[in-house]
């Protein structure tokens, strides 16, 4: 089972940025997809970027597309989520997922097994 540690939430104001770091140890990420999500109290999880196991294929939400991107590096076990332009409605938990499935790609919830403990995003207006 792998451990996500999620860091590099904190408080932006409108326009800025924030880096996301997701750091996975207890195995490697390398044959795993990985992604983010998010989750504002009393709403629904929701899908905000994936990413596939080499790194060729990204998907995002369609409010976060032009914003937020997604990477990884295999060596250092870590996956990152750049946001640019953050809103006030950006503001949530972020959680850091692993996908149940090797070479496996999904933008749901449900096929993701290992998730962070989450970092807290908020941008203030």
């Known amino acids: 089972q792998v451990q996500l540690v999620e860091s590099g939430g904190g408080l932006v104001q409108a326009g800025g940025s924030l880096r996301l770091s997701c750091a996975a140890s207890?195995?490697?990420?390398?044959?795993?997809?990985m992604g983010w999500f998010r989750q504002v109290s009393g709403q629904e999880r929701e899908f905000v970027a994936t990413?596939?196991?080499?790194?060729?294929?990204?998907y995002y939400e369609d409010s976060v597309k032009g914003r937020f991107t997604i990477s990884r590096d295999n060596a250092k076990n870590t996956v990152w989520l750049q946001m640019n332009s953050l809103k006030p409605e950006d503001t949530a938990v972020y959680y850091c997922?692993?996908?149940?499935?090797?070479?496996?790609?999904?933008?749901?919830?449900?096929?993701?097994?290992?998730w962070g403990q989450g970092t807290q995003v908020t941008v203030s207006s």
């Open positions: 990413i596939s196991w080499s790194g060729d294929r990204r």
């Open positions: 997922a692993s996908h149940r499935t090797t070479y496996s790609i999904s933008t749901s919830s449900y096929h993701f097994g290992s």
């Open positions: 207890g195995r490697t990420i390398s044959s795993y997809a």
